[in-house]
């Protein structure tokens, strides 16, 4: 796992960056999709992926500039991508989107065209977290993305099977339960990504709407 190049741009304040989505949520506030700077973030994200209670995001143990160099790597790729959430001013997500079809995923189930992959890790509760309706402000926003911005027609999600919160967060959100399916292990130049046993869910478009 490399550390960033040594020549790299000066990072792009949240302020400035220019969103892929804006949103605003009545009651919750106005969230912006950004695309993630691997080096500006690295110190919130690894913040987030370090704590016990996201060991299911497979980054417990990293160092910030191994965490910048996973992201440094994503940012390489045009099948998956990483975006910092930010409600007003406060970063409250890290979301991944990727091609299933460019990923292990893929090996376990039947892709569709149309289909996007969906990773979504939520900041600790802090003085506004944790409140009624946070997870399905940002669940929203995450749908509006995707299906409205994005056009896609349906969203695929891996938990962990062993994380039930994150499992019946999406079901509660309108997902529907496929198949319990082992995720091989992927072994790259810059990441190693264990397997995973992993419950996979659903969500059409017509569904996200309806709702």
């Known amino acids: 796992m490399s550390d960033l190049p ?6 792009v304040r949240e302020a400035d960056r220019e969103a892929v989505h804006e949103q605003a949520v009545e009651g919750f506030g106005t969230v912006r999709v950004l695309r993630l700077d691997p080096k500006a973030d690295a110190e919130v994200v690894h913040g987030w992926v370090s ?5 299911f995001w497979g980054m417990n143990g990293l160092t910030s500039d191994q965490v910048a160099g996973i992201y440094a790597h994503m940012d390489t790729l045009d099948t998956h ?5 930010v409600r007003d001013t406060e970063p409250v997500a890290l979301l991944q989107t990727y091609d299933p079809e460019a990923d292990r995923v893929s090996e376990c189930y ?3 065209p149309g289909d996007i992959g969906v990773h979504l890790l939520l900041a600790p509760a802090g003085p506004q977290g944790g409140q009624p309706g946070w997870t399905a402000a940002l669940l929203t926003v995450m749908t509006s993305y995707v299906f409205g911005v994005l056009g896609r027609q349906r969203v695929v999600v891996d938990p962990d099977v062993r994380n039930e919160k994150a499992v019946a967060r999406f079901l509660r959100q309108g997902f529907t339960a496929g198949p319990v399916v082992v995720l091989p292990v992927v072994d790259l130049p810059d990441v190693y990504i264990p397997e995973k046993k992993a419950q996979l869910a659903f969500l059409n478009r017509e569904v996200a709407f309806r709702a």
């Open 110 to 112: 039947d892709v569709r």
């Open 51 to 55: 704590q016990e209670r996201a060991a």
């Open 6 to 11: 040594a020549a790299v741009t000066e990072p």
């Open 81 to 85: 991508h990483a975006f910092l959430v």
